[in-house]
């Protein structure tokens, strides 16, 4: 199967759907791929890249189209590049199935099958092939670079000879995989981070990465189904921006990720927001581009309003990072749909069939539900909860099951000490203590805790490889008592050696 790399017609596009490393993939996966000259200039890919890694570089985009089975795009077709398309091919590309339903017209009357990258559902076997994530995380780090330029002031808290500086206070508003790596960024570069979502479930990621939850008093979870977050109550909405507000009187940089699938943005930082900010302030809305989380936001613009503040509805593009990552992902999309050898568009998938927007001439938009982590009703948590055994329940089951093996060992060795010599009894006495201080070190110990008893395990370790050595100078030892000495110092030995390797993996971790 031939597999067919365009260039993209829109010249604020800098990425392209493929590079020398997807390429080397592609072919691997049994693939002939063919690249359009100067494809990937852009993205400073050249052509002799491309053939260096096996691609064939053709010069027009008819012949592009007139050669691909496969056709892998970054941006939609458009007019021109899908007249150009043939019956059967496979098209693989952002399309936006929601907001572009002539699109898909267009694409399903002339036969092509095609798959919106846009529209891969967020289930954990799909995530290799989320292009929404992997633009999402570059997006996020951007977002608090370029911030950072336009604030002309340290994100970091210094304390200098000419005095002290104070940190920059940011405000990540929509805590998704942008969101995560906005703040993770200016967490980086030691600004105080503030972090805003309406799904509950994500304050733990928010703290877990230094910075502050904030909430409204307002007991509503934007958490759905699918993943993404729902449309708020008025009153949520209300308390949302009365919060916006108060934070913007003393937040130095604000960063907007809040989109919802199919839907304009959400308007979350409204004028009299923007108003409160002092001069020098910045505002990096990443939902520019489907209307903006702020008011005032220009999509494709960067701009400063009449008090200072700078509002940025456009950034760079990383386009060789942002390249590789959309490479990757349509590479693993490739290898679940068969690659060249048993590449076939099963139906029955849950990726395929509600990304494969066209197919055999029928739009399949939109596709069924797939939910991703429902959540449980309160009802149900509450059963549960009234169901499990209480504290002091657990309590007294422990004590008379500890009570009864008790009784039990106890019974045991008075029937044992009956019958054996007294100095078995003695050795086996020592075996059982041994046997209780190893569960008590090794098993009953929280296993975050076992790399620091490295140590006392291989001291133990070394007594047993001792005692072991000891036995095996008495030449009146019978010979079960030697194999038995044999195999503990053969297993203590292990113990040991893994010990010390465990240790030093763990010393490197600590070295730069």
């Known amino acids: ?63 592009i189209y007139a050669t691909g089975d496969i056709i892998l795009k970054v941006l939609a077709p458009g007019n021109q590049e899908i007249e150009l398309m043939q019956k059967g091919q496979v098209l693989l590309s952002y399309l936006w199935p929601a907001q572009n339903p002539d699109l898909l017209e267009r694409l399903s009357k002339k036969g092509v099958n095609a798959v919106a990258m846009d529209a891969i559902p967020r289930i954990s076997r799909a995530q290799k092939m989320d292009v929404l994530s992997s633009m ?34 940011v405000l990540v508003i929509g805590a998704g995989v ?59 909405i209300a308390a949302e921006m009365a919060l ?38 910045v505002i990096v809305d ?48 490739l290898d679940d749909m068969g690659k060249a050898e048993n590449f076939k568009i099963d139906m029955e998938d849950d990726v395929v069939s509600r990304a494969m927007v066209t197919h055999n001439g029928a739009i399949n938009w939109p596709p069924e539900p797939l939910p991703v982590s429902p959540q449980k009703k309160k009802e149900d948590i509450t059963e549960e909860i009234d169901d499990a055994p ?43 203590l041994s046997v209780f201080i190893g569960w008590q070190v090794i098993w009953n110990v929280s296993h975050s805790l076992h790399t620091p008893l490295m140590a006392v395990t291989n001291a133990i370790s070394g007594i047993i490889v001792i005692g072991g050595l000891e036995l095996f100078k008495n030449a009146d030892i019978p010979l079960p008592l030697i194999i038995l000495a044999a195999i503990a110092i053969f297993v203590a030995s292990i113990n040991i050696v893994g010990g010390f390797f465990v240790t030093h993996r763990m010393l490197k971790m600590f070295k730069k």
Do not use: W
Request: glycine residues 8%; aromatic residues 8%.
């Open 286 to 333: 990443l939902a520019a581009s489907t209307g903006g989380n702020c008011e005032l936001t220009k999509d494709g613009e960067i701009y400063t309003t009449d008090n200072g503040v700078i509002i940025v509805g456009k950034l760079s593009q990383l386009p060789s990072q942002a390249s590789q990552l959309y490479g990757n992902n349509l590479c693993h999309l």
């Open 1 to 63: 199967m031939k597999v067919c790399i365009p260039a993209e017609i829109n010249t604020d596009e800098l990425r392209v759907a493929a590079t020398p490393k997807t390429v080397l993939r592609l072919i691997k996966q049994g693939f002939e791929v063919f690249v359009e000259k100067d494809a990937g200039l852009k993205a400073n890919f050249s052509n002799k890249e491309f053939t260096d890694s096996g691609a064939t570089v053709l010069g027009t985009a008819k012949e």
């Open 178 to 236: 942008a969101g995560l790596a906005a703040i993770g960024t200016a967490r980086s570069l030691g600004a105080i981070v503030r972090a805003f979502d309406t799904r509950m479930e994500v304050a733990e990621q928010i703290e877990s990465m230094g910075a502050q939850f904030l909430t409204v008093d307002i007991e509503e979870d934007g958490s759905t189904d699918s993943g993404y977050s729902k449309v708020m109550s008025p009153a949520f």
């Open 136 to 169: 999402a995380n570059i997006a996020g780090y951007r977002s608090v670079i370029e911030s950072a330029n336009y604030f002309g002031r340290f994100l970091n808290g210094q304390i200098t000879a000419a005095g002290k500086v104070a940190p920059a206070k």
């Open 390 to 432: 209480t504290p002091e329940e657990l309590s007294k089951k422990k004590a008379k099951s500890t009570l009864i093996n008790l009784t039990f060992i106890g019974g045991f060795l008075l029937l044992l000490g009956m019958v054996a010599p007294a100095e078995f009894m003695q050795h086996f006495t020592v075996f059982v």
């Open 244 to 281: 916006f507000k108060k934070q913007a009187e003393e937040i130095d940089i604000i960063i907007t990720t809040a989109q919802i699938p199919g839907r304009k943005a959400p308007v979350l930082v409204l004028k009299e927001c923007v108003d409160t900010l002092k001069p020098g302030s």
